[in-house]
């Protein structure tokens, strides 16, 4: 079993900055795709963005040059650098971790981007 455990949400005003870092433990076999996705009230949870083992990268329309998903493999950590933020960013974002072919949802970190 694998446990994930994020930090870094809460509330910024337009126009500012958060970095959200999701650190997987436990039974560990081997991690391959990192992701990070969001949900906004009312809607599905969408890809915002993604990072394969090989180095791969990709992210949502929504969030392109604004976020940047990173990984410390030593660390089993994944991150979302998160600047320019704009009110249509506010959603719960959860990390999903695949080991081997096991996906693994964190318990969701509220970003709220408000004046």
């Known amino acids: 079993q694998v446990q994930l455990v994020e930090s870094g949400g809460g509330l910024v005003q337009p126009g500012g900055s958060l970095r959200l870092s999701c650190a997987a433990s436990?039974?560990?076999?081997?991690?391959?795709?990192m992701a990070w996705y969001r949900q906004a009230p009312g809607k599905e949870r969408e890809l915002v963005a993604r990072n394969t083992r090989g180095g791969n990268t990709n992210y949502a329309d929504s969030v392109k040059g604004r976020f940047t998903i990173s990984r410390d493999s030593a660390k089993n950590t994944v991150y979302l650098q998160m600047n320019s933020l704009k009110p249509e960013d506010t959603a719960v974002y959860y990390c999903k971790v695949q080991d081997v072919t096991i996906n693994y949802w964190g318990q969701g970190t509220q970003v709220t981007v408000s004046s």
């Open positions: 436990g039974r560990i076999r081997m991690i391959n795709t």
